[in-house]
């Protein structure tokens, strides 16, 4: 198994985009990423989106993609897998340079939501959870992700201490020039906003917006940022038949595979960037990646340890909350601002002396997570 | 890179499925995969699906399918290539055994079709052409072959010759079990069934169906069946921009990468399952493949070379005509069929002594396509 690192990365702003096309989107932000590698010639790529069936009306996208970035020849793979397409994709890109059947992999995500009305994305997005157990009782992902803030807060943490995972991204995405929303926002605001699903209120949640990241992978040559350690797990999708509503599994098992890859412990990780959709997935994302004990995640994130300057930052250029969360692209846009990190290229967001971080990126009510650790070698 | 075999296969009969769901024809082609190679602990799952998100309004399938089976917790990914979706999958789940992050991958390929009404099932299939440029044309899939059957019969061959194509499938599905017409259909017949689209008659075009087939591979022994080379290609998506439109260079280019991985040429292959979603393809696909010159594939197919005691027997199970072809398992269903005729399992549809055959999958018009080549070694 050959050794992979990241070549390059290229992230455009997430927003929304009214003048261009989901083509438009994946094509600027893989020529960003192919500028920052200086390479031209890729041999294969990973196109991650959720929603085109939908909101396009396309399917194809890798062939179609590929046609547009102007590579038609080039072999190309669309990997789906809800809200962690973006992990799983860049988990397959890894393997496919590992393998040695390529040397020179870019990986892009890419969604575009605002072309449609608000019900089709939730009607998209819907899709993520079992059709036949779970959405046919009526609930959405949301209102299971309040049943389950609901328990945390009868075991754990009050509502303010839950609501700071939001405030917290937001204060970490002042100034992130690809940031949806990157300015303050207060926890009374935040506690004062309308309920999304009691007691969730609206900006506990992630939005809706338009973006892609990508970046390149090839062989490892011994220096920059490589590929430390890669899993994917799956978990019950009806939560009913879990036992433990509060573990996510999913999480777990697949940080403890990529931490054991990496050789590692989770108390070896610098920087994380957490799934923090709902406030409470964020939380639950912490305590599953074991960067706090269980029950203790809404605690750390009210203190100044997951800060850039504190022990364990996370979400370092504000999260899904407020860096934005255009489904397909958000597991890459997690990555490359990972290697951002390690690069030491994040700027105003930089953690000092990041050499090992890691991206969480989950789907349904973390029914699929992909955790992806990256480490500066030198 | 480690070599790859195929430790075991599972099909269940194309059909039409009312008292199932999705889930379950996943599950049951899987457990007989399981069952047939002896192994019960998975180590990942590829699912290959293309139209879920239109006909069952369900996404997320590699977690969905993955707890059903009763393996929460297994890593999974979903791939969509469109009707590709099949052979794609195979591609990257051999990468996953060869790459050596996984032992014993099961890839399973499933599509129920029958749950909803035809024009879903149109709109959904018309996702694999570019809605920008192609689909805002108002052509559709059965459009684009209809000009390219036209243009195909004023440069080589006639109507009647271009039909033997869905003939030959019939003739060759006969008596087998898991065919969804296993029947014999005269050139008559079909050429005076209806137009689909001029000059294609509805008999020459698969039709819509429920199924699911797996393959699960495994690090070579030395023993068995060989993955010998595997590959994917794309194309311009807008058929115009193509320089020949009866040279589909997505087949040519992967079919070349696969023999040269293989170390084999086309004339080394001993049976073949190619696409035949309508008459011209199937023929596109044999000369693509470079199993007969440009130009004459329906001459060929108005022989006896392409039947089992043939020199190149072609889509002895029935092909995409009489088998069926539920989109995204039909490139599993190929790569089975292969198998099983390779394992000498093929009963009484054996090709004799068969060791190299390959399956061509394709997507779109040929915009994106996958040629795998399993090669029996004992």
Redesign the interface.
Known sequence: ?RKVKVAGVGLIPVKEYWEK?I?DLFVDASLIAMKDAGIEDIEKIYVSN??S??I?????????M??FLG????????????SASGG?AF??AV??V????SNVVLVTGVEKMSDVLPEIIT??L???????YT?YTGVTKAGIAAMIHRLYMESYASPEEICMMAVKSHEHAVGCKHAQYPFKMSLERAMSSPMEADPIHIMECSGIGDGAASIILVPSDGEGVEVAGT????????IAQRSNLLEM??IK??ADKAYNMAGIQSSDVDLAEVQDDFTINGILGIEGLGLTKIGEGAKLVNTQEIDKEGRIPINTFGGLKARGNPIGATGIYQLAEITLQLQNKALGHQVEGARIGLAQNM??MA??CAVNVLRRIN
Chains 1, 2 share one sequence.
């Not at 396009?56 to 179609?64: G, H, P, R, T």
């Not at 590579?71 to 809800?82: C, Q």
């Not at 590992?98 to 059947?101: D, I, K, L, P």
């Open positions: 198994m096309s083509q959720m929603c069936a939908q396009q009306e396309q399917l194809n996208l890798a062939a179609v590929t046609d590579k038609p020849g080039i072999p190309a793979t669309r990997i789906e897998a809800s799983v988990h397959e393997q496919a590992a393998s040695g059947y009607t998209s819907a899709m993520a959870e079992e059709q036949e959405s899993a994917i797990s799956t978990d019950y999708t009806n599994k999913a098992t697949a789907g349904g029914s699929i």
